[in-house]
Structure formats: structure tokens, C-alpha cells
């Protein structure tokens, strides 16, 4: 790839913008934003009862099944990176009630989003 000037600084570099000094800043502004956009956790509705709730739901989740993930999308599985998961989101009119939450891990929850557990359809109250 041939080298282009840093439109910050003007340095040539083999990046495609910036130069990794200017990178790594501009990375970090660009995060700033979105979190300052995202707010806090206790702005986003995650306040100190959601997170008592989530650590009774993990805690009976362990000592009924140990470190074992039930899967989504894929089968169950051994996992260490529990998490505990909204099964109507937040933002879909869910809530912070134990009907409402259930384990998976950092994976399963990552790869399901906020996708409806019929991977399609909508959620039901």
C-alpha cells in the first residue's frame, strides 16, 4: 500500500488516514462521543436493583447448573463469561424482573442482540 499523508500532521504513513498517534486519538474521541451519546449504565436503566437482581439470578444459575451456558443459537455449552440477559430488551418494553431475565454467555448474548428468541417474529408481553 503506498504511504499517504497523516491528515493530521501531514507525516506520511502506510494507514489509510491518520498516522497511528493521530489514530489512536481519533479512535478515542470517536469513543468518547458514542459513550456520551450511549449515557451511563444507571442512565441506560441499569441501576444498583437490576444489578442485586442480576447477581441473585447468576448466583442461583450457578449453584443449580454451575458454569454452564444453556445457548442461543447454538447448544448448550461449559462457559465462564456468564451474563445475565433481558429476554424482552429495554428498549423492546422489557424489564428488570426475574420472569424477564435469563443466562447466557458473553457470547450467546452478544449474538443474539436484541433479536426476538424467534429469531423473527415479535415479542410477546
Known amino acids: 500500500m503506498p504511504k499517504r499523508p497523516c491528515l493530521n500532521c501531514g507525516r506520511l504513513t502506510s494507514n489509510p488516514s491518520r498516522c497511528d498517534t493521530h489514530q489512536k486519538e481519533w479512535m478515542a474521541a470517536r469513543q468518547r462521543e458514542r459513550d456520551a ?13 437490576y444489578r442485586r437482581v442480576r447477581a441473585q439470578v447468576l448466583r442461583g444459575w450457578r449453584n443449580q447448573n454451575g458454569e454452564w451456558c444453556p445457548g ?42 436484541s433479536k426476538p428468541d424467534n429469531q423473527g417474529g415479535s415479542y410477546a408481553l
Open 37 to 49: 451519546k450511549r449515557g451511563s449504565a444507571s442512565q441506560r436503566g441499569y441501576d444498583v436493583t
Open 72 to 113: 442461543w443459537g447454538v447448544s448448550a455449552h461449559a462457559a465462564q463469561d456468564l451474563t445475565v440477559d433481558h429476554i424482552i430488551p429495554l428498549v423492546k418494553g422489557g424489564t428488570h424482573h426475574r420472569e424477564n431475565l435469563r443466562v447466557l454467555c458473553r457470547s450467546c448474548n452478544s449474538r443474539r442482540g
